[in-house]
C-alpha cells in the first residue's frame, strides 16, 4: 500500500515539474492604454503579443469588461482578431481589436483583453499563463 501511494506522489510531482518546466512566457505591447470616445464610435487598434518563451504556445484571446468588477463579463461591443493562434518561441503576433461604442455610453469603461497561452506539445498537462492589456474607456467632454 505504501508502495502505491509513493508511486501515485511521484507520478503527480513529475506531472507537475513537466507542467512548471513547459510554462509559457507571454509579454504584450501595450500593457495598458488610455482612449477617449463618442458614443458610437468605432475604434481600432492593435496589441502584439510576443512568445518570450522556449515552447510553441497556443493563446486565446479573451476580452473582458471590468467596468463592475462584481459582474465580469464578455464585450459584446469589442471584437478581437485573430482569436485563437500559435507562436514559436521568439515569434509576436499582432491582435486587432475594433470597439463600436454603444449609443447609451457611459463616462467610462474597463476592459482587459486576456491572452490565455499554454505550451501546445504539453496541451493536455501543464500550466498556462492568463495576462491582459488593459483599456480605460473614457468618453469625450462635449
Known amino acids: 500500500m505504501m508502495t502505491l501511494i509513493l508511486r501515485s506522489s511521484f507520478l503527480v510531482l513529475c506531472i507537475m515539474v513537466l507542467g512548471v518546466s513547459a510554462q509559457a512566457a507571454v509579454s504584450l505591447n501595450p500593457e495598458f492604454q488610455k482612449i477617449e470616445f463618442k458614443p458610437r464610435q468605432k475604434i481600432s487598434g492593435t496589441i502584439e503579443v510576443t512568445n518570450r518563451g522556449a515552447d510553441e504556445i497556443n493563446v486565446q484571446v479573451q476580452p473582458e469588461d471590468w467596468t463592475d468588477k462584481q459582474n465580469i463579463q464578455r464585450v459584446s461591443w469589442l471584437k478581437v482578431k485573430p482569436e485563437i493562434f500559435i507562436l514559436k518561441p521568439g515569434a509576436a503576433q499582432k491582435v486587432s481589436f475594433t470597439a463600436k461604442m454603444p ?4 463616462a467610462q469603461y474597463v476592459t ?11 496541451s493536455d498537462v501543464g500550466i498556462g499563463v492568463r495576462i491582459a492589456a488593459l483599456i480605460h474607456w473614457k468618453k469625450k467632454q462635449k
Open 112 to 122: 482587459q483583453i486576456f491572452f490565455a497561452a499554454r505550451a501546445v506539445k504539453h
Open 103 to 106: 449609443m447609451d455610453s457611459s
